[in-house]
Structure formats: structure tokens, C-alpha cells
């Protein structure tokens, strides 16, 4: 497995970005498809964005489509999510995952066995 830590959270003012970052361990972090999930205080965990391991996919929450944008670098072993015109409805714990072997393409949270322990993003309005 690999481990992975997320950072980047924080408060803001909608109509701001921030960007989050997920650091992944492990000699073959490279080789797995990436993904962000969030979930809201009381709400179901929720897919956010993926990115295949050779970052020539990615796939998008249509919530997030056009506002959000991931990106990996594979030499420092990172995957970026950078969120723009954020809203209220964004606030939530943020999660890197990474998914299980042959789990390409998913966005379904019970394809991904590695995960982070979430950093907190806060929209004010």
C-alpha cells in the first residue's frame, strides 16, 4: 500500500482558490490512479476528481467541472487539486486516495484501498 498525507486546507471567501496537495510513500506511488473525495459534516463521502497514473486522464464531479483542476507530478510523487470560484456548498474534508490494483478509471470509493487523513477546506459566504 501506499500512504499518503494531504495539506493545503484551510478558510476562504468564496469566489477564492486554494490548492490541496497529496503526498504519497511508497516506491510504486507513481504507478497508481489518484483521486480526491470530500465529504460534508453529516453527508456521504463524494468523488471529487481522478487522475490516471500517467496523468493523460483525469475525471471530474460534474459539481466541480470547469472549477477545479487535478495534476500530478510523479517525480515528487504529489497530486495537486486546484479548486478556483469556490462556493459554500465546497466546504468539506478533503481526501486523497489512491486506488487498488486494476481500479483504473474509478470514481468509486470502494475501488481505493490508500488513504489520507483529510485536510479541512471552509467556504465563508
Known amino acids: 500500500q501506499v500512504q499518503l498525507i494531504e495539506s493545503g486546507g484551510g478558510l476562504v471567501q468564496a469566489g477564492g482558490s486554494l490548492r490541496l496537495s497529496c503526498a504519497a510513500s511508497g516506491r510504486t506511488a507513481s504507478t497508481y490512479h489518484m483521486a480526491w473525495f470530500r465529504q460534508a459534516r453529516g453527508k456521504e463521502r463524494d468523488f471529487v476528481a481522478a487522475?490516471?497514473?500517467?496523468?493523460?486522464?483525469?475525471y471530474y464531479a460534474d459539481s466541480v467541472k470547469g472549477r477545479f483542476t487535478i495534476s500530478r507530478d510523479n517525480a515528487k510523487n504529489t497530486v495537486y487539486l486546484q479548486m478556483n470560484s469556490l462556493k459554500p456548498e465546497d466546504t468539506a474534508n478533503y481526501y486523497c486516495?489512491?486506488?487498488?490494483?486494476?481500479?483504473?478509471?474509478?470514481?468509486?470509493?470502494?475501488?481505493?484501498?490508500?488513504w489520507g487523513q483529510g485536510t479541512q477546506v471552509t467556504v465563508s459566504s
Open positions: 486516495a489512491a486506488a487498488n490494483f486494476g481500479k483504473y478509471g474509478s470514481k468509486k470509493s470502494t475501488d481505493f484501498g490508500s
Open positions: 487522475i490516471s497514473a500517467s496523468a493523460t486522464k483525469t
